[in-house]
């Protein structure tokens, strides 16, 4: 009997989605569990696969279309001879070459954000050979395919033939090239604007700013980033330090590490810290479970995955729900100040910015020091200022002393 192809329930805080690609055209015979479609949500990209053998006898929502969850995207109708016993009648036969049902095949096989690149680099999946789990494509496959040569090279070309040329009599000539392009917003990127611009209008948002003398972290990683990656598999970066470092200091200033309900304060004890992620699909939080319980190398090894799979679009809903404090690093794009906006419902989020030799006071002297800016964005609400200012002194006090991290 005909089944329904659902927007499936991925968690209590995604209602809709949006239809990214179907992977199926009607017609196609499928197998139970075949991915059909790719959806968008404002968190993570998934697949939606077949409920049952048989044929896709019916596509009900397009490409681009906004759906919810529960909603029915199409249906799947039991091939012919299919539940009494006799075999699952055979795809119509086609005269489309081999590489073409090649590239079906691997396309199944790519993840959301490897089909995207691959459009926008102009490169064949089939051609690509995917890292992913059972040899799944990932964006980075299509990078690496991109810089070798890997696409088919004909997407620029055309763009400059299809280029309207200028009117011969036209009294005056633009150069360079003034085209434009309208693209849709992701589902994710739209979510982005939308959760920004409700945080700036719900709460009183306040920055206070400091500079952290990096020079010990520094010299403790030149000792000990050899040992530290022989043992652990992950170099010794700079953001364990202050994952450490803001445990530390939530501990001493509870309201930092808590969120408005109604006319409540939710004071947190535990901490579940929000680590900031730049994708090409947009900013991602994903969260360090219990971080106060986390050693440096298991820190840095979270923080590596959480950035590989927020490229790749492998990140899980759980693995960006909840979190009680956010820590994002402007410092890896070249940022020297910001003001970081807070993540909802979260009370407070710490920026942090690029490491520049600067000249500083040192006991009455002028000496040339690795500093960093930090900037604490609070919530005026529930946070007075100088507390934000005392939890933002022992943050800097915990990095210029790394040792009283493992005594905190």
């Known amino acids: 009997m005909p089944a329904n192809i659902v927007v499936p329930e991925v968690g209590e805080s995604i209602v809709d989605a949006r239809v990214a690609k179907w992977l199926r055209k009607e017609g196609d015979v499928v197998a139970a569990g075949d991915p059909l479609v790719d959806l968008e949500t404002d968190k993570i990209d998934l697949e939606v696969g077949a409920p049952q053998a048989g044929v896709l006898s019916r596509i009900d929502?397009?490409?681009?279309?906004?759906?919810?969850?529960?909603?029915?995207?199409?249906?799947?109708?039991?091939?012919?001879?299919?539940?009494?016993?006799?075999?699952?009648?055979?795809?119509?036969?086609?005269?489309?070459?081999?590489?073409?049902?090649?590239?079906?095949?691997?396309?199944?096989?790519?993840?959301?954000?490897?089909?995207?690149?691959?459009?926008?680099?102009?490169?064949?999946?089939?051609?690509?050979?995917?890292?992913?789990?059972?040899?799944?494509?990932?964006?980075?496959?299509?990078?690496?395919?991109?810089?070798?040569?890997?696409?088919?090279?004909?997407?620029?070309?055309e763009a400059r033939k299809a280029r309207p040329a200028a009117p011969p009599d036209s009294p005056r000539r633009a150069t360079g090239d003034r085209s434009e392009e309208r693209v849709r917003m992701s589902k994710r990127r739209a979510t982005i604007a939308k959760r920004l611009v409700e945080a700036q209008s719900t709460a009183a948002m306040l920055t206070t700013f400091n500079e952290v003398d990096m020079s010990a972290v520094m010299a403790l990683r030149e000792r000990h980033k050899q040992a530290f990656k022989e043992r652990h598999g992950v170099g010794l970066g700079i953001a364990s330090f202050f994952v450490k470092a803001s445990v530390g200091a939530l501990r001493e200033f509870p309201r930092i590490n808590a969120e408005i309900q109604g006319d409540e304060m939710v004071l947190k004890r535990y901490y579940d810290i929000g680590v900031a992620v730049g994708a090409s699909e947009g900013l991602v939080v994903p969260v360090l479970r219990d971080a106060d319980r986390m050693s440096f190398a298991e820190i840095e090894k979270e923080i590596r995955d959480f950035a590989r799979r927020a490229e790749d679009g492998s990140l899980s809903l759980a693995d960006l729900k909840g979190g009680t404090f956010t820590i994002t690093n402007g410092g890896v794009f070249g940022s020297l100040l910001s003001t970081p906006i807070l993540n909802p419902p979260q009370v407070a989020i710490l920026g942090l910015h690029k490491i520049q030799d600067r000249a500083v006071a040192v006991n009455g002297q002028v000496a040339v020091r690795p500093m960093m800016y930090t900037a604490l964005t609070y919530d005026h609400r529930i946070v007075d200022g100088a507390e934000a200012v005392r939890f933002l002194v022992r943050v800097k006090t915990l990095v210029e002393d790394p040792a009283a991290l493992l005594l905190d």
């Open 61 to 157: 929502r397009k490409d681009g279309d906004d759906v919810k969850v529960g909603e029915v995207l199409g249906i799947i109708d039991e091939a012919q001879g299919a539940g009494k016993g006799a075999p699952q009648a055979a795809a119509p036969v086609t005269s489309a070459p081999a590489t073409g049902t090649a590239a079906q095949e691997k396309s199944t096989r790519a993840t959301p954000t490897a089909k995207k690149a691959a459009e926008q680099h102009d490169v064949d999946l089939a051609r690509v050979k995917g890292s992913g789990d059972a040899g799944r494509v990932m964006r980075r496959d299509v990078e690496q395919a991109a810089a070798v040569g890997g696409g088919n090279g004909k997407g620029a070309a």
